[in-house]
C-alpha cells in the first residue's frame, strides 16, 4: 500500500486503498461545502452563548437573551388570554340576562363555545350535542337539571355524582335488583310509564297492569319523579311523561331502567375551565336549545 | 496540519474508536448527566403520590396494547396545546413512571390530563367500542378487556419491582397489593378502606367497569386511565396555565 501517491492525471494524491487496479482519489471536501460546514459551526458556538447550552455542576448557562420554554409559553398564553380579553371579561362579569340581549358578543359566545365544546363536551354528548343513549340530549328543550345559564353553570361546575364536593347527586335506586319492588311491580309500573308517553298502549288487554303501575308509582317513585311524573328539576328527576329519554323509552329499557337503577355521571370542569369558559359554555348550551324551531 | 491530524487519527484503531466513543458521549453527558446534578430538572411535588396496585396493573395493560403508540402522555410547552389539554407536563408528574410513557405521535389525543374528564362509563363504552360514542374514530375496539379477568397474583412482585427503581412503595402496600386492587374497584368490599388508608383519602376508590363483582382488566385500565395528571397538581401551582388550583379544603 503506497502512500503519498499522486494521481498523475489529476495531480490529487490517492487514499492509498486499491480494489482491482481502482484507485480512490483524496479529493478534499468542496470549497463551498466547507464553508457551509464552517459557518455552522461559528452559528453554534455563538448560540450557546445565547440560550440555555451548557450544564455546570449543579447549575447551566442560562444564556444572554434570557429564553425558557416555560417563561414563553406562559407569556404566550397570557397574551391569548389579553387577546380574548375584551370579550371573555365582558362574559365572566356581566350578568346573562344582558349577555343574551348583546346579539354581537352572543356570535363571539358561539363562535368561542363551539371550539370548548368540541374539545370537552362532545366526546360523550356528541359533535352535534344532541347526545346518545346514557347521555342527555342538549338541544331540546327537556334538562335533568334546569336549562337556564345559571342552571347550567352549576351544573358544568359541580358535575353530576362528581368528584366535586358540592357536587349535584342524582340517583335512580335498584328498585329490582335491590329488592324494593316484586317482579311484577317493575312490570307494572314500566307499562304505567311506557303508557305515559304512549296513549295507544292503553288499551283493554293492558289497562289493568297500567292502573296497578299507577298505584305503585305514587308509592314508590312520585317522591321524585312528581304525582303527575314530570319530574324535578331541583333534584334531577327525569320527566317521564314527555318522549325525551336519556336511556331509552323502549319498555325494555324502561325495566332495565326501574330494576337496576341508573346514576348517571357529568364530570366536574370547575378546576378545568376558567369562569369565562365555563360561562360561555353555559350560554353556548342554552342558546343551543333556544335556538331550536 | 488538520488533515495530517485526521489522517494519522484514522490510522491508529485503539485511537479512532477512543475519538468516537468521546464524540458520542457528549450528548449524553450534556444531556443525561446533569439531571442528576441539577436539582431544577424536577420540581418539587410533596403531594405526589405513587399509583395503586390497580392504576399499575393498568397501566401495564396500557404498555402491553401499545396505546401509547398512538396517545402521547406530555402535554408540551406550546400555547395551544395548554389551550386545550391543560397546563403543560412537569417532568415531577412522570417521577413514578418506569418506563415513562411520554410518547412522540398523536393518532389519537394527548391523555396527559385525561383524568376526570370522562366518566367512567364513558370510558367503558369508548374502550369497548370507540365508534358508540366518537363516531369518526379510528381506534381499534378493546371489548376484550371487560372480559379478561385482572390477574393479581403477581401485583406484589411488580411493586417490589417499582421499588428496585425508586418508587416509595412500603412494605405495607406490597404485602397488600393484591387486595388493594380488588378493594379499588369494589367499593363496598371490605377490602376498600385499606386502599384510601395506604394511597390517600383522594384515591378514587369505584366500580370502574360498572361490575364490582368481578375484578378485570377494564377495571384496571380506567382506573389508570381517572388517574393520569391526577397524582399531584404541582402542574397547576407551578404554571400561569389559565387552569385555577384545584382546592382539596374545598
Redesign the interface.
Known amino acids: 500500500m503506497a502512500v503519498n501517491e499522486r494521481d498523475p492525471v489529476t495531480g490529487r494524491e490517492t487514499t492509498g486503498h486499491e480494489w482491482n487496479g481502482i484507485k480512490e482519489l483524496d479529493t478534499p471536501v468542496p470549497r463551498g461545502v466547507l464553508m457551509f460546514l464552517i459557518l455552522t459551526h461559528i452559528w453554534a458556538i455563538a448560540w450557546w452563548f445565547f440560550v440555555p447550552a451548557w450544564p455546570i455542576g449543579t447549575t447551566y448557562t442560562k444564556g444572554l437573551l434570557g429564553v425558557d420554554q416555560q417563561t414563553t409559553v406562559e407569556a404566550r398564553i397570557i397574551e391569548g388570554q389579553s387577546e380574548r380579553a375584551p370579550w371573555a371579561d365582558r362574559v365572566a362579569s356581566e350578568p346573562y340576562d344582558s349577555i343574551l340581549a348583546d346579539e354581537g358578543l352572543m356570535q363571539t359566545v358561539r363562535s368561542a363555545g363551539d371550539q370548548l365544546f368540541g374539545d370537552n363536551c362532545a366526546a360523550c354528548h356528541g359533535r352535534d350535542a344532541r347526545g346518545r343513549a346514557g347521555y342527555p340530549d342538549l338541544t331540546d328543550d327537556d334538562w335533568l337539571w334546569g336549562g337556564e345559564p345559571e342552571t347550567i353553570e352549576q351544573t358544568l361546575r359541580l358535575g353530576i355524582n362528581a368528584a366535586h364536593p358540592e357536587s349535584r347527586i342524582a340517583q335512580m335506586p335498584a328498585f329490582g335488583r335491590d329488592q324494593m319492588l316484586e317482579r311484577t311491580q317493575v312490570r307494572d309500573v314500566a307499562a304505567y310509564v311506557f303508557a305515559l308517553s304512549n296513549p295507544d298502549y292503553s288499551t283493554e288487554e293492558t289497562i289493568d297492569r297500567i292502573e296497578a303501575g299507577r298505584e305503585v308509582f305514587a308509592t314508590s317513585c312520585a317522591a321524585c319523579h312528581g304525582d303527575n311524573a314530570e319530574g324535578m328539576a331541583e333534584i334531577g328527576a327525569p320527566n317521564l311523561a314527555d318522549d325525551r329519554w336519556v336511556y331509552g323509552g323502549d319498555m325494555e329499557t324502561i325495566i332495565a331502567s326501574v330494576h337496576g337503577g341508573r346514576q348517571g355521571h357529568m364530570p366536574t370542569w370547575d378546576e378545568r375551565m376558567t369562569d369565562a369558559e365555563i360561562r360561555t359554555l353555559s350560554l353556548y348550551v342554552h342558546d343551543l336549545a333556544a335556538r331550536q324551531p | 496540519m488538520p ?1 495530517f491530524f485526521h489522517r494519522k487519527l484514522e490510522r491508529s484503531a485503539i485511537g479512532f474508536v477512543l475519538a468516537i466513543i468521546a464524540a458520542a458521549s457528549v450528548g449524553g453527558i ?1 444531556e443525561i ?2 439531571l442528576f ?3 431544577e430538572t424536577v420540581e418539587e411535588a410533596p403531594d405526589m403520590r405513587v399509583y395503586t396496585p390497580l392504576e399499575l396493573s393498568g397501566r401495564n395493560i396500557y404498555v402491553r396494547e401499545g396505546c401509547y403508540a398512538c396517545h402521547s402522555q406530555m402535554i408540551r ?3 395551544d396545546e ?3 389539554y ?1 397546563p ?1 407536563s412537569l417532568a415531577v408528574e412522570s417521577q413514578y413512571d418506569r418506563p415513562m410513557l411520554w410518547g412522540s405521535k398523536r393518532t389519537g389525543p394527548d391523555l396527559a390530563r385525561v383524568g ?7 370510558h367503558v ?2 374502550l369497548i367500542n370507540p365508534r ?3 363516531p369518526e374514530s379510528n381506534m381499534p375496539a378493546y371489548a376484550f378487556l371487560a372480559r379478561n379477568r385482572l390477574r393479581t397474583d403477581d401485583l406484589s412482585g411488580h411493586l417490589r419491582a417499582q421499588r428496585a427503581l425508586g418508587v416509595p412503595y412500603t412494605d405495607e402496600m406490597i404485602e397488600n397489593a393484591g387486595r388493594d386492587a380488588y378493594g379499588q374497584a369494589a367499593p363496598d368490599s371490605a377490602a376498600a378502606p385499606g386502599v384510601t388508608e395506604r394511597y390517600g383519602p383522594a384515591t ?1 376508590v369505584s366500580a370502574f367497569d360498572g361490575v364490582a363483582t368481578q375484578l378485570t382488566e377494564m377495571d384496571a385500565l380506567v382506573a389508570y386511565l381517572q388517574v393520569l395528571g391526577r397524582l399531584t397538581d404541582a402542574a ?1 401551582r407551578d ?8 382546592d382539596p379544603a ?1
Not at chain 2, 376526570?116 to 364513558?122: E, L, N
Not at chain 2, 404554571?239 to 384545584?246: G, H
Request: glycine content about 6%.
Open positions: 488533515e450534556v448527566a446533569p446534578t441539577i436539582d410547552t406550546l400555547r395548554v389551550e386545550r391543560g403543560y376526570g374528564k370522562y366518566s367512567d362509563f364513558w363504552a369508548h358508540d360514542v366518537v378514587t397547576y404554571t400561569a396555565a389559565p387552569e385555577e388550583a384545584p374545598e
